[in-house]
């Protein structure tokens, strides 16, 4: 079975106070993330919908610490690693990621 794109869009991931930018998609069997700058160690990531147990609203901050944007979601995988992306429009994000 291939992989359906439902929705990609320019994300920030962010990890403390470290940011970088990439496309972020979501198709019918996984989520995600190519950064622009690789060099920065973030990404690529990957992500199996059926290893997702939670997503969330969340804030975008300023060094890690003072939030600037509350336009971000949290993914929660099964072995609790929680990772962080600014996106446009999260409530709608999170809507197709939980379907």
């Not at 190519?34 to 939670?54: D, H, S, T, W």
Request: glycine residues 8%; hydrophobic residues 40%; positive net charge.
């Amino acid at each position: 079975m291939h992989a359906i794109t439902i929705k990609s869009t320019i994300a920030t991931i962010q990890q403390g106070a470290i940011k970088a930018d990439g496309k972020f998609w979501l198709t019918n069997t996984d989520i995600h993330f190519a950064p622009l700058n690789a060099q920065f160690g973030l990404g690529p990531y990957m992500f199996a919908r059926c290893e997702i147990v939670k997503v969330s609203k969340c804030s975008g901050k300023v060094s890690g610490i003072l939030p600037c944007t509350h336009d971000a979601i949290e993914i929660v995988l099964k072995d609790g690693n929680k990772y962080q992306f600014i996106v446009s429009n999260p409530i709608e994000w999170i809507k197709l990621i939980n379907q």
